[in-house]
């Protein structure tokens, strides 16, 4: 899996943009199917930092 097929979208909410401007975390909708070292790999490929650490969160999707 390619580096631009892990990291879909960045996650722009009010909590997500406070985080980013309070401490160096960001929020990015992923691939299901990655891992935490696929998905630390990415983001230290494309954006050129170090990543300390990756959270991840599986949700449901909500009944319409």
């Known amino acids: 899996m390619m ?7 960045p996650v722009i909410t009010e909590k997500s943009q406070e985080l980013a401007s ?3 975390v960001y929020v990015f909708k992923v691939a299901k ?4 070292i696929q998905i630390k790999n990415a983001v230290e490929s494309l954006f050129g930092v170090k990543v300390k650490s990756v ?3 599986n ?4 009944d319409k």
């Open 3 to 9: 580096n631009s097929e892990i990291i879909i979208a």
């Open 22 to 24: 309070t401490g160096k």
């Open 33 to 36: 199917d990655a891992n935490k």
């Open 55 to 57: 959270n991840t969160l």
């Open 59 to 62: 949700t449901k999707a909500k």
